[in-house]
């Protein structure tokens, strides 16, 4: 059996296996289910360490006429409050634009904005303090959903457009012609680690932020703002989340800020752990979006023309809107080739907490309308919805996106076919159509659709990164880098790279805490991005090292530099064979410069945003997914019978870690089309605000059947070691089970209509759509 | 002067392989007092028993040795655990450091990725191991039901539980040897009466104190609205209170049994039962939660009080003097989280009549979510006669009106008629203005009225001979 190590890294261990490419296991794994892996709130508390929590508006939108906190102030345990006037730096914690504020002043723009904050001895305190204000609001009429926001021309940015030819044109030529329109729920992160954030007061008068956050240096930016401080003095720090999701990217910031006012205001270390309730009412979740569509298309169900209309309920203020709504519309057209369209994005203010980043960035938001409507195309057509799919892809000769950029590497069609041949897809959809035909209260439904992702932030300067990787004396490394930790192995991976990169074993790696101190101006772990761009930074700062002692050794041995070479710890020098580890004790003895700095930037991008032309996307992720369900017409109930994925990560570095995000990315967009159901009262209160009312899949909800296969191609871009990004694609291949839920709904109506059915399908909304099918049949 | 009960007095129990003394609140919770031990592989995801992120293993002495349960040490009272032993993630490896099997399958099928939920998994992973139940896949997804991960996908995590189950526990775990030696010393931070008089005589001297069973439904007002409970009286050691046994005529339960326990007990016994236990909360919640519990929090989304009505059961409550009464469920609700539970009484049994559980019924539950969910609506429905003619009917509904519901026009209506489509028809459609349910975050006030319609003819056509599975019970098979 296994021994416990203190973690694992440990030099001098040889291990003779390919590192890059090998299915080792996450770094932490013996740390995870040991409990020994340290998150943010178990450091140690120190004794006097103090608990923030805020007190909030009861009210969507309005203006604080008068606040007394008279009672919170003299609560027990409660050691300072402040509201905004005592922020000593700028308030706005923005990420991108203006407006989210650490603590609302005046108006009030949703229910759990927080308008005051308490520290106390104990989060109890803290709670049960904050419970004791009174404050006064004049209500003001809130704007709740996208459709209010659209008649009243309410945007916190502009609306945006992607054009190809006149597809209003193409559309009223077309031989047929459908339209159509769908509601698409948000989605909570539910990262199983809640916000937390803990600043301690340095004695430059700065700040050190441990915290939970996808962006340690936009927190230690926001820090040193709402501080007044340099940036210098404050240091963010994040070893690793308990997921994020993208929920941590801006989300993160706020707790950060409000720990290290108080710290420095108290003097003491402050921590601020939201409890999961007000993590889910106050923080930022995936768009609501309401999307339009009209499409143009011959009797086989091929396009000539798409128009589109994405609006995405942004909440009250920008946060991240801006490329939230662009990536909806990046993916409005999926895999398919829209030959004229028009793809219009709407940033609809709300008065409702604001949205933020949800791993697809709201590209999945996109994607379900293309796909809602290559299943309304077959059956208008009638015909199986995959061939009407894989007729639409892109190709050669139809390869130039909404936006422009020109398609190079054409993989779906051949996938799709792969995973149709690997399942039986043909015979299960003739089996499948004869059990409906044969049954009245249980229908089956099946459906396999493609994704295809683009890859690189849209902001193309976040397409940077950089690392800092030291050899020490008895031959252990260190590599530290931009990009955080949270369970996608971004870790592991960097190490592999490093141990691949320099010729040495895993082992020897040590991958430590991310700092800004020791990696500045970081981008966030986002955009499915982390490998691609951190793992290049990494072997940047790798082959400076190994370039250095090679040189060293060519010049010690007086021969060709290309006569050294580095593999599995051994240094080959003229036919002699050294340890790396004697070699690095030499370098250091000769004073060979044993540390390095890496650094990368994504070439080939560019990307216009008023023209909406450009080639934002270095490359793209594909993959595709056959899913198929059982479903129970009398109740709307159902269960997913049997999944097939078959996904794109380009030359794997980890294949067990990919597998881990394809098959986690699944469930989690599987989990958002079904049974997760993000909603608003009418007073513009979250009322899914817990785990007892909001559901995400259990294990009970994934099918014996679920195969995950790798399509094995390395990247045709000069990615690190030929991959391909992975965080984020698979969330779409859930969209599967709701084309297939829907497939089930319309046997009701031997597939003749094309029932409504919005998303989330949640048993209610299957029964709905059920109910509409069989009354098409009807009538 | 109302006395408050005796807390602060040292509270002790095992932790892991040492023997603890703790001067402890009644309402601190095993996760906090574990936490401020410096135990903190224990992670808080919810604080209110949803994610399993919490889970713990508490072990008591049976006669099968120590057996061990996984509860959700965030609402789970450390006050309640005198004498037994907690075993936390940090209790697992042997001690020469060997992980578990559990934590050793875990790392080599890639179970963990963020790793946040990864202890509570490897503690019902471990529980299942220790149980030496077979290594199962259904087996595993019970066992983990009460466990939430955001980031695997779970497919690695059952294959890991599985494979455990193949290798199987090969060490007692460590602190086990102590459980014996500390059962008779018990001092407690909650009162925990050890019969029913002195329950009586602790809820006559203590009036302010709450009751508490296995707290999943009281622990929330501390976890989630802050609230304190400064005094509790235990009735899970109260020896009758665990008593399952029958008379000729009944079925008498005490209120403190746990529904894990209930699932052991009616397994053979009624099967709709049993499986309505398993979409009744999580194994850890099974493991804790009670009927009594269930009955006297009044709820009117509640899943066992439908079934109890549909099978005419009784509640027996007994006041502080001993005087027992016997109120029929459908009788104990008055309205909205409000039964006829007097201050001075206590749950003791629920009484359900032999002849109700062998005849005809069926249980449906409607829910967002298949497992783990509590129900938009809960039906029961239990007939006698013949297939063409029903001589008694219980129909009972949750979820659709301030308390639970017996509706006995339809039963009426159903009885000594001649039983046909055209009456199963006629009783669906007199069902639609019987009840008022609303609309929640859970489902539509008119989703709701459709399904107790649905769940009605589903049980009458079925009675007929016409079978109705429902979706958990179809095999997927492709
Ligand atoms: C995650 C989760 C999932 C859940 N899922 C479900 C579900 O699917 N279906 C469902 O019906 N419920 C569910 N519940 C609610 C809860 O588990 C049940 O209601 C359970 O039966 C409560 O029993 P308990 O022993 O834990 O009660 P406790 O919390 O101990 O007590 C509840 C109330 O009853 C009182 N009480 C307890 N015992 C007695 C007694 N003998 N005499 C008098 N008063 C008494 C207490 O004072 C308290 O007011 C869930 C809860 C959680 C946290
Ligand atoms: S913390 Fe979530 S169940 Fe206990
Ligand atoms: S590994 Fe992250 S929640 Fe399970």
Redesign the interface.
């Known amino acids: ?4 190590t203190n973690g694992s890294a440990g030099a001098g261990v040889v291990d003779t296996k390919p590192v890059v490419g090998s ?1 080792l ?2 770094e ?12 943010v ?2 450091i ?1 508390e120190p004794a006097n360490l103090l608990h923030v929590a805020t007190g909030q508006s009861t009210i969507a939108h309005g203006r604080i006429r008068s606040i007394n906190l008279d009672a919170v102030r003299t609560a027990e345990g409660v050691v300072d409050v402040i509201v905004c006037d005592d922020i000593p730096g700028d308030p706005d914690i923005s990420p991108v634009y203006t407006g989210d504020q650490l603590l609302a002043s005046q108006i009030v723009e949703y229910v759990g904005q927080p308008i005051f904050a308490v520290a106390a001895s104990s989060l ?1 305190a803290a ?2 303090a904050c ?1 004791l204000a009174q404050i006064e609001f004049e209500e003001l009429p809130a704007i709740l959903t996208p459709q209010q926001a659209l008649k009243e021309s309410q945007f916190v940015l502009p609306t945006r457009t992607f054009q190809i030819g006149d597809a209003s044109k193409a559309i009223d030529a077309a031989e047929l012609v459908i339209e159509s329109e769908q509601t698409v729920r948000g989605q909570e ?6 916000q937390v954030s803990l600043a301690t007061p340095t004695e430059d008068g700065g700040v050190h932020v441990v915290s939970s956050s996808q962006h340690p240096t936009e927190v230690q930016k926001l820090v040193a703002s709402v501080l007044g401080l340099n940036i210098h003095q404050v240091q963010a720090e994040v070893r ?6 993208g929920g941590k990217e801006s989300q993160a910031a706020a707790l950060a800020c409000m720990a290290a006012v108080f710290a420095v205001r108290t003097g003491r270390p402050v921590k601020y752990r939201m ?3 007000d993590d889910m009412v106050q923080t930022g979740k995936r768009h609501d979006f309401w999307n339009r569509y009209r499409a143009g298309f011959d009797a086989k169900g091929v396009l000539t023309g798409v128009e589109m209309e994405l609006a995405g309920l942004c909440g009250c203020t920008a946060d991240l809107s801006e490329g939230i709504v662009d990536r909806a519309m990046f993916h409005a057209d999926n895999a398919y080739y829209y030959p004229a369209t028009t793809i219009h994005g709407y940033r609809c203010k709300t008065h409702t907490v604001s949205n933020t980043a949800f791993r697809g960035f709201g590209g999945p938001k996109g994607m379900i309308a293309a796909e809602s409507m290559m299943d309304d195309i077959a059956r208008t057509v009638q015909r199986d919805p995959l061939d009407v799919r894989i007729d639409n892809l892109y190709g050669p000769g139809r390869d130039v996106t909404p936006y422009g950029q020109k398609l190079e590497q054409h993989m779906l069609r051949d996938m799709m076919q792969q995973l149709a041949t690997d399942t039986d897809y043909y015979e ?1 959809r003739k089996s499948i159509t004869e059990y409906n035909r044969n049954s009245d ?2 229908r089956k439904g099946l459906a396999l659709t493609p994704v295809k992702f683009g890859i690189s932030f849209t902001a193309t300067h976040l397409n940077q990164a950089g690392a800092l990787l030291h050899v020490y004396t008895d031959g252990s490394i260190s590599i530290n880098h931009g990009g955080t930790e ?4 971004l870790y592991t991976k960097i190490a592999q790279i490093v141990a691949t990169t320099l010729g040495v074993s895993y082992e020897r790696v040590m991958v430590t805490s991310t700092r800004t101190d020791k990696v500045p101006n970081t981008s966030p772990t986002a955009a499915s991005s982390g490998t691609d761009i951190n793992g290049m930074a990494a072997k940047n700062a790798a082959e400076k090292i190994r370039a250095r002692l090679i040189n060293f050794l060519a010049d010690q041995h007086g021969v060709e530099s290309d006569s050294v070479q580095i593999a599995n710890d051994l240094v080959m020098v003229n036919g002699q064979s050294l340890t790396f580890d004697e070699v690095i004790k030499a370098a250091y003895m000769a004073r060979v410069q044993l540390s390095a700095t890496g650094f990368y930037k994504t070439p080939k991008i560019h990307f216009d945003k008023e023209a909406g032309k450009g080639h934002p996307f270095f490359y793209y992720a594909n993959g595709c997914a056959a899913s ?1 369900v ?1 479903v ?1 017409g ?2 709307g ?3 997913v ?2 999944v097939d994925i078959l996904h794109d990560v380009g030359s794997s570095i980890n294949p ?2 990919d ?2 995000q394809i ?6 967009g599987m989990g958002w089309l079904t ?1 997760e ?1 993000l ?1 608003w009262d009418d007073r513009g209160r979250v ?2 605000n ?4 909001y ?12 195969k995950v296969s790798l399509y094995d191609q390395p990247n045709n871009e000069d990615t690190i070691y030929r991959s391909k990004a992975v965080g984020e694609p698979p969330l779409m291949l859930g969209l599967s089970v709701w084309c297939a839920l829907r497939d089930a709904a319309a046997s009701f109506s031997d597939y003749r209509m094309n029932p409504p059915m919005d998303a989330p399908a ?3 909304q299957l ?1 709905r759509a059920i109910q509409a099918a069989k009354a098409g049949v009807a009538s | 002067m109302v006395k408050t009960c005796p807390n602060g007095q040292e509270l002790k129990f095992i932790l892991n392989n040492q023997i603890k003394e703790l001067d402890v609140p009644a309402d601190k919770t095993i996760l906090q007092a574990v936490r401020e031990l ?11 028993g ?2 399993g ?1 919490c889970t713990v293993l508490v072990g008591e002495p049976s006669d099968k040795g120590v057996r061990y349960q996984t509860v959700n040490a965030c609402i789970a009272p450390i006050g309640q655990q005198a004498g037994r032993h907690i075993v ?3 209790g ?2 042997s001690p020469d ?3 578990h099997p ?3 399958e ?3 099928c ?10 509570g998994f ?1 503690m019902s992973l471990a529980a299942l191991v220790e149980a030496d139940v077979s290594a199962d ?1 259904e087996e ?2 019970q066992g ?2 009460g ?12 294959e890991a539980g599985i494979a455990a189950l193949e290798v199987g526990s090969s060490a007692a775990i460590q602190g086990q040897e102590l459980v014996q030696s500390l059962s008779a010393s018990t001092a407690q931070a909650v009162l925990q009466p050890a019969n029913e008089s002195e329950l009586q005589e602790s809820i006559r001297d203590f009036p302010n104190a709450d009751l508490i069973a296995g707290g999943t439904d009281l622990m929330l007002e501390v976890t ?1 609205r ?1 609230e304190a409970k400064p005094n509790l009286i235990d009735v899970t050691r109260v020896e009758e209170l665990q008593l399952v046994s029958a008379d000729e005529e009944k079925l008498v339960i005490g209120a403190a049994v746990s529904y894990s326990r209930l699932e052991e007990f009616f397994a053979g016994r009624s099967s709709p039962f049993v499986s309505l236990l398993h979409r009744l909360g999580s194994r850890q919640i099974r493991n804790s939660g009670t009927l009594g519990g269930n009955l006297a929090n009044g709820s009117p989304i509640a899943d066992t009080p439908p079934i109890l009505i549909a099978w005419d059961a009784e509640i027996e409550t007994v006041n502080t003097k001993g005087e027992a009464r016997l109120t029929a469920v459908s009788d104990f609700y008055r309205g909205y989280r409000d039964t006829t539970l007097s201050g001075d009484e206590y749950i003791a049994r629920i009484h359900i009549p032999h002849a109700s559980i062998e005849s005809f019924h069926r249980f449906f539950k ?1 829910s ?7 129900s938009s609506v809960m039906g029961a429905f239990r007939f006698e006669g013949t297939p063409d003619k029903v001589t008694v009917a219980r129909i009972a509904f949750g979820g659709m009106a301030a308390t639970p519901v017996r509706l006995k026009a339809i039963e009426d209506l159903l009885t000594d008629s001649e039983l046909s489509r055209d009456l199963v028809a006629q009783a669906v459609e007199a069902l639609g203005d019987k009840m008022t349910p609303l609309t ?5 006030a008119a ?1 709701r009225s ?2 107790a319609a ?1 769940m009605l ?2 049980a009458l056509l079925e009675f007929m001979g016409e079978a ?1 599975p ?3 019970e ?1 095999s ?3």
């Open positions: 059996m296994r021994k416990l299915d296991a996450h932490s794994a013996i740390k995870h289910v040991t409990g020994r892996a340290t998150y709130d178990d140690a109890e709670k049960r419970s992160h539910f990262y199983l680690e809640g690793r989340m308990g997921g994020g999701f409890p999961r309730q299960r209260q249980f949270m369970g996608q192995g198929e059982l129970d009398a109740t109930e159902y269960r019978s049997r067990a870690l597998i881990g098959e986690g990315g699944f469930v989690q049974t159901e909603l009322i899914s817990s785990p007892a009312n559901k995400i899949p259990t294990a009970y909800d994934l099918p014996e059947h679920f949640t048993p209610e029964y | 410096g135990l903190t592989g224990t992670k808080e995801g919810c604080a209110s949803d994610c992120a936390t993630v940090e697992l490896e450091g060997e992980l559990a934590q050793e875990m790392v080599n890639h179970g963990s990725q963020c790793g946040f939920c990864t202890p490897v896949r595993v997804l983990i039901s466990n939430l991960c955001r980031c695997t996908g779970y497919r690695p995590i059952v989630q802050y409607s967002k979510r298949l497992e783990d969910d509590i929640d975050v859970r489902a539509s989703y459709e399904m649905s003819e589903r109705r429902v979706i958990t179809v997927l098979d492709a």
